[in-house]
């Protein structure tokens, strides 16, 4: 998960980035989920969902991984 705050001027660039990385997670089988805040301008969050946390964890080093906790 990473939050991001961008300029008015810079979000159509963050945006178009966003759309080119959303396209090649979806080729690979994974999920990009981008929130906008909804009373903060330019404030979004940023999810990225495999099904291979291994691979994931390729694309960014850094990121943090998290694994579904099954309820039941």
């Not at 810079?10 to 178009?16: G, Q």
């Not at 979004?44 to 994931?56: I, K, N, Q, T, Y």
């Amino acid at each position: 998960m990473t939050r991001t705050e961008v300029g008015s001027d810079e979000e159509p660039a963050y945006l178009a980035a966003r759309r080119e990385e959303a396209g090649r997670f979806r080729d690979s089988g994974d999920h990009l989920w981008l929130f906008r805040h909804e009373t903060i301008r330019g404030v979004f969050l940023e999810f990225r969902e495999s099904g291979d946390a291994r691979r994931l964890a390729s694309l960014d080093p850094a990121a943090e991984l998290w694994a579904e906790v099954e309820l039941g």
